[in-house]
């Protein structure tokens, strides 16, 4: 039987953009925080227990919205595991506003990792998690990602202290925030996302430098991509799809 956790949202104003639209960077803080509490209520979050063996990552979530909620409305996310796709468990999140009306969605692909080795783990070598997702997942699939094959703009960061996580990392959000914000406020004023996928190659920790490339892919579709200043290491690749 699958298993669902909902959880209701306000748009706070630090959510939102300069339109008062919410940010794709706090969908992403909403996912992680109805995903955790999921988790937790399952017992396979493994960040609670005394001898942690294993702790989640995603490595590619793709949010799509087909209305965008305002300053001060209400959401609500139903997430629920979708089965596996290879070495991924896939976890679904619907999106609703407060007429139970479907506005959007999100599909997460989460890897489960050794907490001494970093190394990923088999789901199902881990009993607890076997018995909950033992099926194939049969929905949309998130693909790889290539770079893009024409740059537009680069940008340089360095990853400050107040972007790292609980694990040591930079947090999933702020990915997607260094992404959208190589978008310019004329062209939200134009257009809107539909959709950005983010897949996540290799983690980012404090005071690493971040070549941030905009371009395009062989279809036209908008690629930002963050590699070292060398271009030897991909930390992550979104592909993001206008209305």
Not at 7 to 30: E, G, P, Q
Not at 58 to 66: G, Q
Not at 183 to 198: A, G, R
Request: glycine residues 6%; charged residues 30%.
């Amino acid at each position: 039987m699958i298993t669902k956790y909902s959880k209701n949202f306000k748009i706070n104003f630090r959510d939102t953009d300069f339109n008062y639209n919410l940010r794709m960077n706090a969908l992403v803080d909403f996912m992680q925080e109805v995903s955790g509490e999921h988790a937790l209520s399952l017992g396979i979050d493994f960040t609670t227990d005394e001898d942690q063996k294993a702790y989640w990552i995603v490595s590619r979530a793709k949010m799509h919205l087909d209305t965008y909620p305002k300053w001060q409305d209400y959401i609500r996310l139903e997430t629920y595991p979708v089965g596996l796709e290879g070495p991924f468990a896939v976890r679904r999140f619907d999106i609703f506003d407060t007429e139970d009306r479907q506005i959007g969605y999100i599909i997460g692909y989460y890897i489960l990792m050794d907490f001494k080795t970093h190394r990923p783990l088999r789901v199902k070598n881990m009993p607890e998690v076997a018995s909950l997702l033992n099926w194939l997942y049969e929905g949309e699939s998130l693909p790889k990602l290539k770079a893009p094959v024409e740059v537009i703009k680069e940008d340089t960061r360095r990853v400050r202290s107040g972007e790292i996580d609980i694990n040591r990392h930079m947090n999933n959000a702020h990915y997607v925030r260094w992404a959208t914000d190589m978008l310019d406020c004329s062209e939200y004023d134009e257009k809107i996302i539909e959709s950005i996928q983010t897949n996540y190659t290799t983690s980012l920790v404090e005071g690493d430098i971040a070549k941030v490339v905009r371009g395009l892919d062989e279809e036209g579709n908008t690629i930002i991509q963050g590699v070292s200043p060398d271009g030897a290491i991909t930390y992550w690749t979104s592909k993001i799809v206008f209305k």
